[in-house]
């Protein structure tokens, strides 16, 4: 954005920045969702999967806000 308000940059590259900004958020959230569902399913097909499995689980998911 600085270089756009000093002319150095055209609008085209603030808003292929913003894209690429938004869709980098948007892969890690995809990874993390990935990763807490991958690691559900192991607790469960391992068996181990109780409430602390679940609330650290949680934790993952109040973390991402």
Request: without cysteine; hydrophobic residues 40%.
């Given at each position: ?30 990874a993390k969702y990935n990763y ?5 399913q192991l607790a469960a097909s ?16 109040s973390a991402s806000r």
């Amino acid at each position: 954005k600085l270089g756009h308000e000093v002319g150095v940059s055209t609008m085209l590259d603030v808003l292929d920045a913003n894209q690429r900004y938004y869709e980098t958020r948007y892969r890690l959230v995809v990874a993390k969702y990935n990763y807490i569902f991958a690691t559900l399913q192991l607790a469960a097909s391992t068996g181990v999967l109780n409430e602390q499995v679940l609330q650290h689980a949680n934790q993952w998911f109040s973390a991402s806000r």
